[in-house]
């Protein structure tokens, strides 16, 4: 079967850096995207992968080993509105998104 | 108005009732799609339409119908509904290529239903 597990919630410093992991299995492999949510919000497009690496984009990265079945999305600086839950979702060979709990991530002053 | 558009942001209905939800995108996509979110579970897929053509359903209740007049409006119809069906709905947006899903989801901000 499809699975994803990612922690259900992290607490993390202002100002220090986070990663959140995500190990999946998948029927076939075509990319990972990585989605913010604030509470109440809709979830936004953060990150792809789909080659093993780390993409940067700012102040978050993410990482995908393919042969691992494992990403993780980095967050450095953080910020007060960095607290959101951040949801994993690898696409399978049918490019259909197989989506994660959400890891819900709680930044203290 | 840009990006994904949902109304009502809140409804509360009985288990009688018939009420729809509505999404229109004004991104250009050419794929719209239903997810039911609840709490601390995982996004679920309900119901893809690629080019106004339905080409997914996850084994939805018949309770939940979907509709797609056109590649910009989307709508869910709901009739005598349960109350384990209360969630946040959410409706996306992609633009998708012939071999498949190419693009990023855009959501809209969600319909929050209660069923009494």
């Known amino acids: 079967g499809q699975n994803i597990d990612q922690p259900t919630e992290m607490t993390a410093t202002e100002g220090a850096i986070v990663q959140i992991n995500c190990t999946y299995q998948t029927s076939g492999f075509n990319g990972l995207f990585w989605y913010q949510q604030h509470a109440g919000e809709a979830p936004t497009f953060l990150s792809y992968n789909v080659l093993d690496g780390l993409e940067e984009k700012g102040r978050f990265s993410s990482f995908l080993s393919r042969s691992k079945g494992y990403s993780y999305l980095l967050l450095k600086e953080l910020q007060m509105k960095d607290s959101a839950s951040y949801l994993c979702?690898?696409?399978?060979?049918?490019?259909?998104?197989?989506w994660g709990a959400g890891t819900k991530l709680i930044i203290k002053p | 108005e840009t990006g994904v558009t949902q109304t009502p942001r809140h409804l509360v209905m009985g288990m009688t009732n018939k009420k729809s939800l509505k999404c229109e995108q004004h991104?250009?996509?050419?794929?719209m799609y239903w997810y039911k979110q609840s709490a601390k579970k995982p996004l679920e897929l309900m119901f893809v339409?690629?080019?106004?053509?339905?080409?997914e359903n996850n084994s939805v209740p018949s309770r939940f119908s979907p509709e797609c007049p056109n590649s910009s409006h989307l709508f869910l119809h709901l009739h005598t509904l349960q109350p384990e069906d209360s969630a946040l709905y959410l409706c996306?947006?992609?633009?998708?290529?012939?071999?498949?899903?190419?693009?990023?989801?855009?959501f809209g901000e969600g319909s929050r239903l209660t069923v009494l």
């Open positions: 339409y690629n080019f106004k053509e339905q080409t």
């Open positions: 996306a947006s992609s633009q998708e290529g012939p071999g498949g899903h190419t693009g990023e989801l855009f």
């Open positions: 979702a690898p696409m399978d060979s049918n490019y259909q998104l197989i």
């Open positions: 991104l250009g996509h050419n794929a």
